[in-house]
Structure formats: structure tokens, C-alpha cells
């Protein structure tokens, strides 16, 4: 294994991602996501993306959170992938307890969506109505209590 990951760095982004899966089936997930965060090119997006998923199966959720925070800010088109990144880092911050930061990435989708123009998706769509009906509950609770 040593020697498979000396030769990884003269190979391209596409190889890295796919020794970085190879390497969480080993169990290495941690080390696959330092090797998919080292992507430089342009499926930095990609690797950054995966990089994510690889610390939520390590249960690093910080490390996720982060990862995601990162495509979210580097890599705003196209922004359906932005959108779905941004409802799992809704969903984290739930499971972390975090409200505040759960309710701030809703409110971004829902104005990415009212934003979007032509690239607004199905799937953006979908997402951005989840997002103000969760809004919505909140709200709710927060004037029923």
C-alpha cells in the first residue's frame, strides 16, 4: 500500500479519486480524504465533495462540515450541486445541535433557488420548498411555545 501511495502523486485527479475510494474500502478513510483534499485541478470540486462523504462514513463531522463548507465557497456552479451540499450541511448541523447554522444554510438555499433563473432544477426546486417549509416549522414552534 505504501508504494501505491508514493506513485499516486504523479498521476492524474480522476486516478487520485479513485485510490482515495480504494482506500476507504481498505478502512483508510481518513487518509483517503487527505489524498482527495490535495486535488488541484478541476475535479478539485469533486474531490472536495468526496472528500465530505469520506469524513460522514469516518463520523468526522467537523472535518465534514468543513470539507463541505469549502465546496460551497469555492464552488458555486453549478448550483444544484451547491444546493444538495448545502441541505446535507443543513442535515449535519441538525445532528450536531447547531440551529443557528442549520436555519443560515436553508435561508441560502431558498435564495439561491429565487436567484437561480435558468439553472434552477427540479431538484433545486425540490430542495429550496424543503428548505422553507423546515424554516416555516421552526418558526412555528418558535410562536406556538
Given amino acids: 500500500m505504501n ?3 508514493k506513485h499516486t502523486k504523479m498521476l492524474g485527479a480522476g486516478v ?15 487518509q483517503a480524504q487527505d ?9 478539485r470540486g469533486n474531490g472536495v465533495l468526496v472528500a ?3 469524513y460522514e462514513e469516518a463520523d468526522a463531522t467537523g472535518k465534514a462540515l468543513a470539507a ?5 465557497s469555492e464552488f458555486t456552479a453549478p448550483i444544484e450541486a451547491a444546493v444538495v451540499t448545502r441541505f446535507k450541511m443543513a ?3 441538525l445532528a450536531t445541535g447547531d440551529a443557528e447554522s442549520r436555519r443560515t444554510e436553508l ?5 439561491i433557488d429565487r436567484q437561480a433563473g435558468p439553472e434552477r432544477t427540479d431538484v433545486v426546486r425540490g430542495l429550496a420548498a424543503r428548505s422553507a ?3 416555516c416549522e421552526d418558526d412555528f414552534r418558535a410562536f406556538d411555545a
Fill in 68 to 72: 463541505y463548507r469549502a465546496y460551497v
Fill in 91 to 93: 442535515d449535519l448541523y
Fill in 3 to 5: 508504494k501505491f501511495r
Fill in 16 to 30: 487520485l479519486l479513485i485510490a482515495a475510494m480504494l482506500w476507504a474500502g481498505f478502512g483508510s478513510t481518513l
Fill in 107 to 111: 435561508r441560502q438555499i431558498v435564495s
Fill in 52 to 54: 465530505g462523504e469520506l
Fill in 35 to 43: 489524498r482527495v483534499a490535495g486535488v488541484n485541478d478541476p475535479a
Fill in 133 to 135: 417549509l423546515l424554516l
